[in-house]
């Protein structure tokens, strides 16, 4: 990392006064009696003052019209267990849809054949309202569980805002997963009903997903109602011919439990989504505690049993205004899209923007059907002004030659934002450069949180490779093992007072155990998150990967990131990954694989040598692999993260399926190449 590089992006003078941080940071010095010159001396009164800071936010945001004056703020601060606004009571979906222009657009969604609808704000609200009619009338309120298994649609964030308005608790897959897997993350939490859609489009094939959703159903033992949403070329209402629906479950051994309603049978159990939406119907809000619980997010589950985090309806509602209104500057000007699905809480931090006024763009489909260019052409068509996606799209766009500005319109675009991994600084600056000069804000953050521990901010420059700020009131920190703070130096991503957006607590952990264990073990009453990180003397933040992933070789500590940096600036290479495992000899074996950008390339010795030799320039010597292997692909999470651990868990000999849950996985064939080689390897340790 460059002593002092120079920055990718500056913010204008009329880029700061127009930012909405700087008006709420003039609020602030009236209401905290001090001197806020610098971002710097906002995060500094967040982090120390977190009673002035979110009282201030909910003041500058406008809940006193919706929700009245705010009492206490933090009545308890402990890790876990903090108690928030212990007066208040608050709808997140409320919050959301009181005082919007009622013609204007709320919510577009598009599919990948192009086909658009556009939702309004006063269409979203009635709908919401005859939802949460419909749910009163099917016994559903407050505490009770709905979910969905959906596709990125906005029928999805009108389900999630209604199951919200009465006062219920949401959580929602994608219709990507197996039924299985599905089943896994949904089956615990007891739900009355299930909102569905009979199929989608990805990558030119509709898939018809209704074979999918009756194995979702037999998966949900408490649930009695099936809300259909038709998409496919039937309207969704005849039934594959692989026998009757079950609503219910079956118990072992036993008969099928039919769903019995007036005019329901077993051919065709669903109560379709225009008779759940059809209704003139003004929304009647449930408002509950702070800490109630809205939604539960699931962790990745690629090495164990999902987690189920619960977060609250205030403490979420709190932190998107921050982190959608401050360090991404959202308002009533703009459109949000965020190549996301339903599982990735980057949809539960976009459907938020609603709540900054924001419209939003929900987008149904393949990122690069036909090409790279896809989502580029809706942010041009579509009037974007804030365009989320991954490092690993960008990187794609990047190694197809891709120029947005010039091949497209892209006047509306104020700024790009990426999260899900580490971005590279070539990467990061064909982004700047390709989207016109504009800021590209990298974000690291966690469904742990729903948000950012660190991104960026418009009213602070951006440098390659790198976060620029730390969040507003997250305190966060980077400690060698003793909890010392480090400055320059690579240490655990730390945080060392609570957010209101953490979990409450996680679905069936009734002693707090496994939440304790997640977070709280390393450092008492303190978060680790589980990063490595450098904070800059600049204050910004670079993130070289997962702690439990780290390389650690010859007894120095390596950041992987770094090698994928060097990795991916060679042209010939599209992706990489990087292992460190630790063998039972005692030996280290440091294998890097590649994933080649021309599907028809070879990786002969000339390339070996050329990637080595990015290495050793870019990072160190010590970084550079003991062997470099070629594969067609690589394995991720379905959020797009790399599986460093799982993998480096299977070259030591564990059983793959101790190690990685393979519904969890966007191609568990992949793991293949992966597994030979790990078998390789054992049978020659045990041959020598």
Not at 101 to 107: D, G, H, K, R, V
């Amino acid at each position: 990392m460059p002593a002092d590089p120079t920055p990718l992006w500056v913010p204008s003078e009329g880029t700061v006064a127009r930012a909405r941080v700087t008006a709420f940071t003039d609020h602030a010095e009236w209401v905290s009696g001090r001197r806020l010159t610098a971002y710097a001396d906002l995060w500094d009164w967040s982090t120390s003052d977190l009673d002035g800071f979110w009282g201030t936010v909910w003041d500058f945001f406008g809940l006193p019209e919706v929700f009245g004056e705010h009492g206490p703020v933090l009545a308890h601060e402990a890790m876990p267990g903090s108690v928030w606004f212990p007066k208040n009571e608050v709808n997140y979906a409320e919050f959301l849809l009181t005082g919007r222009p009622e013609e204007q657009i709320a919510i577009v969604g598009v599919g990948e054949d192009g086909a658009a609808t556009e939702l309004t704000w006063g269409e979203l609200r009635r709908q919401v309202g005859s939802a949460a009619a419909w749910l009163r009338e099917r016994g559903v309120g407050r505490g009770d569980r709905v979910v969905g298994y959906l596709p990125n649609i906005p029928e999805a964030v009108v389900a999630m805002l209604a199951t919200a308005a009465v006062g219920a608790v949401w959580s929602s897959v994608g219709q990507d997963y197996a039924p299985s897997a599905a089943g896994d993350r949904l089956g615990p939490l007891g739900a009355k009903v299930l909102v569905t859609a009979d199929s989608y489009l990805y990558a030119g094939t509709r898939h018809d997903r209704r074979p999918a959703v009756r194995e979702v159903m037999g998966l949900l033992p408490t649930v009695t109602d099936v809300v259909m949403i038709p998409r496919g070329p039937d309207d969704g209402r005849t039934t594959p011919a692989e026998g009757p629906a079950v609503v219910g479950g079956t118990e072992p051994g036993g008969p099928a439990k039919p769903l019995t309603k007036a005019g329901r049978d077993q051919q065709n159990p669903y109560i379709f989504w225009g008779e759940v939406t059809g209704g003139e119907v003004e929304p009647v809000w449930e408002r509950v505690g702070f800490d109630e619980p809205l939604w539960v997010l699931f962790s990745s589950g690629t090495t164990g049993r999902p987690k189920g985090m619960v977060q609250s309806h205030g403490g979420i509602l709190l932190e998107m205004l921050k982190v959608l209104g401050l360090q991404l500057d959202l308002g009533p000007q703009d459109r949000l899209f965020w190549f996301t699905s339903p599982s990735w809480v980057m949809w539960n931090i976009q459907a938020s923007a609603l709540g900054v006024g924001a419209s939003i763009l929900c987008y149904d489909g393949s990122p690069t059907a036909p090409d790279a260019r896809r989502l580029w052409q809706l942010v041009a068509e579509h009037g974007v002004t804030l365009f989320g996606s991954s490092p690993g799209y960008l990187e794609a766009s990047r190694s197809t030659g891709l120029d947005p500005a010039t091949e497209l319109d892209l006047s509306a675009l104020r700024a790009l934002s990426t999260t899900g991994s580490p971005i590279s600084p070539a990467t990061h600056e064909w982004a700047v450069n390709s989207s016109g000069g504009l800021p590209v804000y990298s974000i690291s953050g966690g469904t742990d949180i729903c948000s950012g521990f660190c991104g960026g901010v418009p009213t602070v420059p951006i440098w390659p490779g790198e976060l620029s700020v730390r969040n507003l009131a997250v305190a966060m920190d980077a400690w060698d093992p003793d909890g010392n703070p480090l400055r320059g130096e690579v240490g655990e991503l730390v945080m060392t007072r609570p957010l209101p957006s953490m979990p409450i607590y996680f679905w069936d952990d009734t002693d707090g155990a496994r939440y304790r264990e997640s977070y709280f073990e390393v450092y008492p009453d303190v978060w680790r998150h589980g990063d490595w990180i450098t904070i800059t003397d600049r204050d910004s933040v670079v993130i070289h990967g997962r702690s439990d992933s780290t390389l650690n070789r010859h007894g120095v500590r390596m950041g992987s990131a770094d090698i994928y940096n060097a990795v991916e600036g060679v042209p010939e290479v599209a992706e990489s990954l990087v292992l460190g495992v630790e063998e039972a000899d005692g030996g280290y074996w440091m294998p890097l694989f590649v994933v080649l950008a021309d599907p028809e390339g070879e990786l002969d010795d000339h390339l070996r040598d050329v990637i080595r030799t990015a290495i050793r320039t870019k990072a160190s010597p010590r970084h550079v692999p003991d062997e470099i292997h070629q594969v067609a692909a690589l394995p991720h999470t379905r959020t797009g993260k790399r599986l460093e651990v799982p993998l480096k868990r299977m070259m030591q000999g564990a059983d793959p399926d101790t190690v990685v849950q393979r519904t969890a996985l966007d191609d568990p064939d992949l793991l293949e190449p992966f597994l030979a080689l790990a078998r390789e390897r054992a049978a020659s340790r045990q041959s020598g």
